[in-house]
């Protein structure tokens, strides 16, 4: 290693030194940096140097103690500072034309000479690394490939300061502004224009010739390095160089319309949503003739619940109509600025009409204009007003102008928009049916690699109660995961891996749950039928109410009935009531959602009832669906039995549970299932016909219950031989299920109590248990329970 200057003569003094294995320069800070990393990375490096008059260094904000003189601030954006040693040792002089690489960005910058006392920094505007995106690790070269002569330079603009048309006076300011520079294709650029910076793209370079150089220079390129001979060709721009602006039509077509990645044909599902608003589009736009000197109301609202595709299915129908159009988001638009928002919507309708025909889509109307309000602010106020004026001006015109707006929360729309001869024509997106679940399916699975049949497809789509598109979406995601996750697992033959299976969607099932059940989703156990001793007339009553009606709807309608509503659980405490309902929810794989009683109750007035109405409404949102309330009689207790507070509060969630089951709002594939132990509490309303139709007895288990319960739960424990089974099940005559189980834990427990290693359960065990675990159902409450079920039959 030895210090020396360029030339090679000794300099003891000199902060560079030159490797002599690699022949890099470098500082002494970076010595031991380098031994470890000889020779260093040419694409990753991890400390500075210099090698084959290229700087490989990281890019640091311009912070001048002075600024340069006689040099205009605009232009510093377009200059690279580097130490003067460093521009020495790289041969390149003040004010050269130099190359900055970072990544695969390359920019044309000047060289100019800093005082900072790191010699190997590379430093630029903090205008100049945001706008090229010139981050982290730099090259810095002298710029030696030939330059060509730009004849015209063709720009977009990328900047939120965008400017409606091109002007005589912008044209200008672009010729001034970029005199002498040197750009490649690609390459972004600013120019000031009152007060604001506009940014642009160099989209396509025209030219003929290139810039003439002497012979000693055509020589000097013939030994570039290796390095610099990248495909980047860079262009002078002169005073008579042509600029032309890409308009925003020209732009997409250049793009390859990527502004429509949605196409009709890609929509499954809405093919009759679709063409009743294609209908009304046709007219609005003058695609067909209307009756008359009529003019038909130029709006159209989609409306449904979140991830339904409202968005998908109105810009799918704009990309159809391939005509001019814009789509307003309110975070776009809205300017703190006093005026400011509503100019935005002027300028944009104005664009409209000398565009027309033309689509205007507003996302999310709702947030753009919430109803009015005392809570109104004077901003949202002053939109909605601004809106309805320029909807109104369009409205009575024949200007081939719609209005296209989406909303997942149609009640938040305020109503002097929602009235004819504005936005008037609202189709529902619902969310879907098995049969349109399959369509959808089928679209995004055919863009997927998969082994799934049609009948597979089906499967999926009766599974998915509840779902919506963006749960689909979410839901082939998943399996795609579940794919490569398989893939990578060793022992897979990848032919059939790289595909995605049943087996995968599957997976996903289980962790994919419908978007609108997010707030009340519950981790239901897994029990199943076969984990409950008996109960075989409960099991068919149950499964009547809530399977027989998905499997078999046809056959409700063959004989000209609905399906039971509701299904109400009696019986003694521990007699496996809401275990039935878990074994419900697990096996007819419908959304579940529980309601506990107190979450319900609320010291706010007609918050109780909001509670209940929220439930029902999250239940006919994704339904088919089971509602399970475990002990109703907490909710559901006869009225003017008292007229406390308390009792005020109950009788309106009461009737706010009435109404929601047989009210004017059908209930739809929603079950009620609820369980008590008190039935003659519960009010005579709620349980006619009609509301809960079916009230089943859970009664104390029989003999061939609890046998089956004991068979259920000593079948996983290590019992001796001579425990009957028999002898048990004769013991328990009048024990619930919960309590012959918990003599089967007690049992345990004492042997554990005699030896903690112990193995087995021995009949003295059971004995024990027997005789500290005794029946707790009264024969009264029996008697309650058969004089309540004589009265009802």
Same mark, same amino acid.
């Given at each position: ?49 210099? !090698? ?20 205009? #601030?605009? #232009? ?63 090259? =810095? ?35 001034? %502004? ?32 290139? =810039? ?44 390859? @319309?990527?502004?429509?990645? !949605?196409?009709?044909?890609? =929509? ?29 109301? $130029? ?21 159809? +109509? ?27 309708? #104005? ?7 033309? /689509? ?34 369009? @409205? ?43 369509? /959808?399916? %089928? ?17 999926? &789509? ?10 689909? +979406? ?43 059940? $997010? ?24 499964? %009547? ?15 000209? /009935? ?93 009737? %706010? ?8 709002? &059908? ?35 029989? +003999?061939?219950?609890? @046998? ?86």
């Amino acid at each position: 290693m030895t210090s020396k200057t360029k030339d090679g003569s000794r300099k003891s003094l000199s902060p560079w030194m030159t490797c002599d294995k690699c022949q890099s320069i470098l500082t002494l800070k970076d010595l031991t940096l380098h031994d470890t990393n000889c020779p260093p990375n040419l694409e990753k490096w991890n400390h500075n140097f210099i !090698y084959n008059n290229t700087l490989y260094s990281t890019v640091e904000t311009y912070k001048p103690l002075e600024q340069p003189k006689n040099i205009p #601030e605009r #232009e510093l954006d377009d200059m690279v500072f580097v130490s003067q040693s460093a521009l020495q040792l790289c041969e390149i002089a003040i004010a050269d034309s130099v190359l900055v690489s970072a990544g695969t960005t390359a920019v044309a910058k000047s060289a100019w000479p800093t005082k900072d006392k790191s010699l190997t920094s590379v430093s630029l505007t903090k205008h100049a690394i945001e706008l090229n995106n010139l981050r982290e690790l730099v090259t =810095v070269q002298k710029l030696n490939c030939s330059i060509n002569i730009a004849k015209e330079f063709i720009i977009c603009s990328i900047g939120k300061h965008a400017l409606p048309v091109a002007t005589m006076e912008l044209n200008i300011i672009l010729k001034n %502004q970029n005199e002498h520079k040197i750009f490649a294709v690609g390459n972004k650029f600013s120019v000031p224009f009152y007060g604001k910076k506009l940014i642009y793209k160099i989209a396509k370079v025209i030219s003929n010739e290139s =810039v003439h150089t002497d012979l000693p220079e055509q020589f000097k390129l013939l030994n570039i390095a290796e390095d610099q001979m990248h495909d980047t060709k860079f262009y002078k721009a002169f005073y008579n160089t042509k600029w032309t602006i890409l308009d925003e039509e020209q732009e997409n077509k250049q793009k390859g @319309q990527r502004k429509f990645k !949605y196409k009709i044909q890609d =929509v499954g599902g809405y093919g009759e949503v679709i063409e009743n608003v294609k209908d009304v589009l046709d007219i609005g736009l003058g695609r067909c003739q209307s009756i008359g000197d009529f003019y038909i109301s $130029k709006g159209v609202l989609l409306y449904g619940t979140a991830g339904v595709g409202k968005s998908i299915i109105a810009n799918a129908l704009i990309s159809e +109509y391939n005509i001019n159009s814009v789509t307003i988001y309110s975070s776009d638009i809205y300017s703190k600025s006093l005026g400011e928002t509503e100019k935005k919507l002027q300028d944009i309708f #104005e664009e409209a009409k000398a565009k027309a025909p033309s /689509i205007i889509l507003i996302e999310e109307i709702d947030s753009l204009c919430p109803k009015r309000s005392t809570s109104s602010t004077d901003h949202e106020r002053r939109v909605l007003s601004q809106l309805i004026a320029l909807f109104d001006d369009i @409205q009575n015109t024949h200007n081939n102008i719609m209005i296209l707006a989406t909303t997942s929360k149609l009640d938040l729309v305020d109503n002097s928009l929602r009235r004819p001869g504005r936005i008037d024509k609202e189709f529902e997106i619902y969310v879907p049916t098995p049969a349109m679940r399959a369509e /959808i399916l %089928q679209k995004m699975l055919s863009k997927i690699p998969n082994t799934l049949s049609v009948e597979d497809i089906t499967n999926v &789509a009766f599974a998915t109660h509840g779902f919506v598109g963006a749960d689909l +979406y979410g839901l082939c995601s998943q399996a795609i995961l579940n794919a490569v996750k398989r893939q990578q697992k060793p022992n897979t033959i990848s032919d059939v891996s790289s595909k995605v299976s049943l087996s995968d969607l599957d997976c996903a099932l289980c962790t994919t749950k419908p978007s609108a059940m $997010k707030e009340v989703l519950i981790e239901v156990p897994s029990v199943r039928w076969s984990d409950i001793g008996g109960q075989k007339d409960l099991k068919l009553k149950l499964k %009547q109410a809530v399977e027989w009606p998905l499997r078999h709807p046809e056959a409700f309608l063959r004989m000209g /009935i609905n399906p039971p509503k509701g299904v109400l659980m009696f019986g003694p405490p521990g007699c496996s009531k809401t275990m039935i309902a878990k074994a419900l929810a697990t096996e007819s794989k419908v959304n579940f959602l529980n309601i506990k009683g107190p979450e319900l109750f609320s010291k706010w007035v007609g918050e109780s009832e909001k509670a209940v109405r929220e439930i029902f409404r999250k239940a006919r949102q994704v339904s088919p669906s089971i509602i399970f309330i475990d002990e109703i009689d907490a909710l559901g207790g006869e009225r003017g039995a008292s007229s406390s507070a308390g009792n005020n509060v109950q009788e309106r969630v009461l009737a %706010q549970l009435l109404t929601e089951l047989d009210g004017v709002t &059908a209930l739809g594939s929603v079950t009620l299932v609820a369980a008590t132990n008190r039935p003659d509490k519960i009010d005579k309303a709620l349980l006619r016909p009609g509301r809960l139709d079916r009230i089943i007895y859970v009664p104390l288990p029989d +003999y061939e219950t609890r @046998q089956e319960i004991f068979d259920i739960k000593l079948k996983n424990m290590p019992i001796v031989e001579d425990v009957q089974i028999q002898d048990l099940v004769d013991l328990t005559e009048g024990y619930s299920g919960a309590e012959i189980q918990a003599i089967c834990h007690e049992a345990a427990m004492k042997a554990l109590e005699e030896d903690m290693n112990a193995t087995i359960i021995t009949k003295e065990h059971f004995k024990a248990a027997l005789a500290i675990i005794t029946p707790r159902t009264p024969p009264s409450l029996i008697n309650l329970y058969n004089d309540y079920i004589n009265k009802i039959h």
